[in-house]
């Protein structure tokens, strides 16, 4: 016979106690009440869920079997598989006994274990419910086990660690529309619901993901639109157009980050001069509204260093200082 808490084992348990195999209320409400819950209890983080009688194994076998079949809708099976619930036969008392869990039921039980619910933490008893009787089922039950506060403030845990990490995904990004997709994919969905955050939560959270993609498609276009012109120009004409006002209210509009068009007109006037020295340098107003903290994205500038001068030369390459690394582009 091994020690209770070898039984139950590290982590989190459940220990039930019922007065005995077959019997009115065991059989038809307490056993196939935690039957029907114990994916719940697996998603808090109950590691096994046991059931202890003063019945001998081989009855709590033969009940186990009948309950499980029809829980668990396997009619007709002759054993449970995967059987989520562990039967633990004390036929003479002596666990009850000792911790102080066994009673007279009355003339037809006789002596037996009490109606009772056990939360065990690493050997540590954390939740003690009892039911007086052989009939009555409200402090023992899975639904009020459910309904404490012990678990309430696991799911709250659960949540507060499962959005951590998806907030910790998120960051490493660099890309909005990246995001919008991992935080869009069902899986992820599926992680948090199963974490217990709620769906008005997630909804809330990709529809911010969603806009700062939007805003991130609509500078990406803006930018490709731009170069595609600088394309077809020579280094001074590209230098005018995206000196242009209205150039610049384009790109302002599409939230493209001030401290690329200023960089990307640097870049352009620089190339620019060694073919018309007399060329103005870029407006300050540029940069206007720019915050230090802005980290300028590739768009215009990797396009910016493929510019073909007039005469067919190439004179412009990739600055290193100029051209900032993917991995440094944040969406704002």
Not at 43 to 62: E, F, H, M, P, R
Not at 95 to 101: A, H, S, T, V
């Amino acid at each position: 016979m091994k020690p209770i808490t070898d039984v139950l084992g590290k982590g989190l348990s459940s220990l039930l106690g019922m007065p005995g195999a077959f019997t009115p209320t065991c059989n038809d409400k307490h056993l196939p009440g935690y039957y029907n819950s114990a994916s719940a209890f697996a998603g808090l983080g109950v590691d096994s869920i046991n059931c202890l009688t003063i019945n001998d194994k081989w009855v709590n076998v033969a009940w186990q079997a009948q309950v499980a079949a029809c829980a668990l809708g396997e009619e007709g099976a002759s054993e449970p598989t995967e059987d989520p619930i562990q039967m633990i036969a004390d036929p003479r008392g002596d666990l009850l006994e000792k911790i102080g869990m066994i009673g007279y039921l009355g003339r037809e039980l006789g002596v037996r274990s009490k109606r009772f619910a056990l939360l065990v933490e690493d050997g540590v008893v954390c939740h003690v419910a009892v039911d007086e009787g052989s009939i009555a089922l409200r402090n023992t039950s899975a639904e009020a086990l459910l309904a404490l506060d012990f678990f309430a403030e696991r799911r709250v845990r659960m949540a507060a660690a499962a959005e951590a990490f998806v907030a910790g995904e998120l960051s490493l990004m660099t890309s909005a529309v990246d995001a919008e997709a991992y935080l869009s994919d069902d899986a992820t969905r599926q992680k948090l619901l199963a974490a217990f955050v709620d769906e008005t939560t997630i909804t809330q959270s990709l529809a911010v993901v969603t806009k700062a993609a939007e805003a991130e498609r609509t500078r990406a276009f803006a930018e490709a639109a731009v170069a595609a012109e600088l394309w077809t120009k020579s280094a001074p004409e590209a230098y005018k157009y995206l000196c242009s006002s209205a150039v610049l209210g384009r790109l302002r509009t599409a939230g493209v980050s001030p401290k690329v068009v200023d960089a990307s007109l640097a870049a352009m006037y620089e190339a620019a001069l060694a073919v018309d020295p007399n060329l103005k340098p870029p407006p300050k107003a540029a940069t206007a509204g720019a915050s230090d903290g802005e980290a300028p994205s590739v768009g215009v500038l990797a396009v910016l260093a493929g510019v073909v001068l007039a005469g067919g030369v190439y004179v412009l390459t990739q600055q290193p200082d100029l051209v900032p690394s993917v991995a440094t582009s944040v969406a704002s």
